[in-house]
């Protein structure tokens, strides 16, 4: 089968372990991992799967661009806007897994197909790919006023990169509550638990309707069948209870569990971006497939 060459920025724990879903891919084939530490695990495992490896960041790929066709970035915010610059006349696509929020936002389960054509997509946060879909369903059959979500993840799946853009995941969350999922107004936590054994990522949803009067079935259904949709490409993403209906309030609990391809299978924070860039970037070579025929 035809498949797209792809590149990495980034060799940190995100980057090593979406080039181990990439490898799983029918239309993606990884050529390039781009990093500015040539003893980091990333660089490393490129190697020696036989991928070209950068060690000089941007600057080294721009010498060789023609190694990929679709980049993902799974740096920082603060450089995805220097990657982006740098990359914005090479007509690649660019795929952000950082909050820098460049590009639209996008979540697979709910506006994949309207975002293809875009230069630069934004993944939005972990918290975001895992909150967001419910939010919408909700959204689709009553008036959400409100979504507050908070997000649990292990304290030891939070990385330098993370802990680094905490302020730019509540921002950038929030805003994407409103914008994709439909709510009226958005609020993102996100805490750090430092239980041993770490625990996987469980995320709350209270979604607050404009009117009591809702169709409770019918929200059920919604939101069971996004549940479903978005454990296509990430399998262990579960709801945790059937939604619990409180006057105006839903409240909906799930759960993240990781595929453990690179990092630890209670990193199911780590894998849905993994996972949900890896359907991007699958979907868009399809469409440039489907383009060409």
Do not use: W
């Not at 792809?6 to 879903?21: E, F, Y």
């Not at 993902?72 to 450089?79: G, I, L, Q, V, Y």
Request: charged share 25%.
């Amino acid at each position: 089968m035809k498949k797209l060459k792809v590149g990495i920025i980034g060799s940190g724990n995100i980057g090593t372990d979406l080039m181990m879903k990439i490898h799983r891919s029918d239309v993606l084939e990884m050529s390039v991992m781009i990093g500015i530490d040539k003893e980091s695990e990333g660089l490393k495992k490129a190697r020696m799967h036989g991928h070209h490896v950068i060690e000089n960041g941007m600057d080294g790929f721009l010498e060789k661009s023609e190694l990929a066709d679709i980049l993902f970035d799974a740096t920082s915010a603060k450089a995805h806007v220097f990657h982006c610059e740098a990359l914005k006349k090479m007509n690649k696509k660019l795929i952000d897994l950082t909050p820098a929020a460049i590009g639209p936002f996008i979540v697979p389960s709910v506006n994949l197909k309207e975002n293809l054509n875009e230069a630069v997509v934004n993944m939005i946060t972990c918290g975001g790919q895992a909150t967001i879909p419910i939010v919408h369903a909700i959204s689709q059959v009553a008036q959400v006023e409100y979504a507050e979500i908070i997000a649990t993840i292990s304290s030891k799946s939070a990385g330098p990169g993370t802990r680094a853009n905490i302020d730019e995941f509540t921002q950038t969350t929030a805003r994407a509550l409103e914008q994709v999922g439909g709510a009226k107004k958005g609020k993102a936590i996100i805490l750090l638990n430092p239980a041993e054994p770490p625990l996987i990522m469980r995320d709350t949803i209270h979604c607050l309707l404009q009117s009591d009067s809702f169709d409770v079935e019918e929200i059920t259904t919604s939101v069971n069948k996004m549940a479903e949709k978005v454990s296509e490409y990430v399998p262990g993403y579960r709801l945790k209870t059937e939604p619990i209906f409180d006057g105006k309030q839903i409240t909906v609990l799930l759960e993240v569990k990781g595929l453990g391809d690179f990092l630890p299978v209670y990193a199911g924070n780590l894998d849905i971006m993994t996972a949900s860039a890896v359907k991007v970037g699958e979907e868009i070579a399809k469409s440039q497939f489907e383009h060409y025929v």
